[in-house]
């Protein structure tokens, strides 16, 4: 991919956008992490270990039904809001989604071939379903920076920061438990201590304690001792034992 010096301009300016709400940061930088960590992992796979490429294969199946889901909370509500005032602003993004939901089917199919397959054939699957892959996840991670830059852009324009977060309140009701920790796990280890700190006290205010208590039993094990000792001093956290002193 070759990126010209317009979009380095654009880049650089929406990132310089530090107070208004972003729907899509953090969201993103959940992606971006699964997607590597997913790519690394069926890169190395041992595809002579049935249990490896059972994992691996409902890994890839798992994270193929989050992008559908991913897409869905887009197109019901980011994509809804900036046609009620934009008329046209999503379109091309919305066609690409059109695209993703074929790439996410060939992905799942190349999953369950994986897990059907045995022997030379086997290395073959493997070899395909990564490559295959890899490149959704390149066509993906353009896709998200178009998002990012463009649709920022307009909704920043055409929304006030209260009724993006209220537009982000009501996405977030219609996702359940299963997917919200799913979502944590990968989300809040990929934020920057400020980022995360502010999502958590925010749950931590808000959030029902059970609900909160499990969202941070999911993230724990995924940060340093140090990202920890830092996010339960700003959390106001009961000491831990050899996890509250870097």
């Known amino acids: 991919m070759k990126i010209d010096n317009d979009e380095m301009v654009s880049v650089v300016s929406a990132g ?5 709400v972003d729907l899509y940061v953090g969201i993103h930088k959940a992606m971006r992490s699964l997607m590597a960590d997913l790519l690394v992992a069926v890169g190395k796979m041992d595809a002579a270990d049935d249990s490896a490429v059972e994992w691996i294969g409902s890994r890839v199946l798992q994270f193929a ?3 559908t889901s991913h897409l869905t909370h887009e197109n019901n509500f980011v994509h809804t809001a900036l046609e009620a005032r934009l008329p046209g602003a999503s379109a091309r993004i919305a066609a690409e989604h059109v695209e993703h939901e074929q790439a996410i089917a060939a992905l799942k199919a190349a999953a369950g071939q994986l897990q059907k397959s045995q022997g030379s054939q086997r290395e073959h699957d493997a070899l ?4 295959q892959l890899a490149l959704f996840i390149a066509h993906n991670f353009e896709h998200m920076q178009a998002e990012e830059v463009e649709l920022n852009q307009a909704l ?7 009724e993006l977060r209220a537009l982000h309140g009501r996405l977030l ?21 400020a980022e995360r700190l502010q999502l958590l006290q925010g749950m931590q205010a808000h959030a029902p304690a059970p609900a909160f208590a499990a969202v941070l039993d999911v993230v724990q094990p995924h940060l340093s001792t140090g990202e920890w000792a830092k996010l339960a001093r700003g959390l106001k956290l009961a000491p831990k034992a050899g996890l509250m002193t870097a």
């Open 16 to 20: 310089s956008t530090t107070n208004r």
């Open 156 to 162: 920043w324009v055409h929304y006030t920061d209260e």
């Open 173 to 193: 009701a219609t996702i359940p438990p299963e997917e919200t920790l799913f979502v944590m796990r990968w989300m809040v280890p990929a934020m920057t201590p």
């Open 128 to 131: 395909a379903l990564y490559r």
């Open 65 to 67: 039904d989050f992008c």
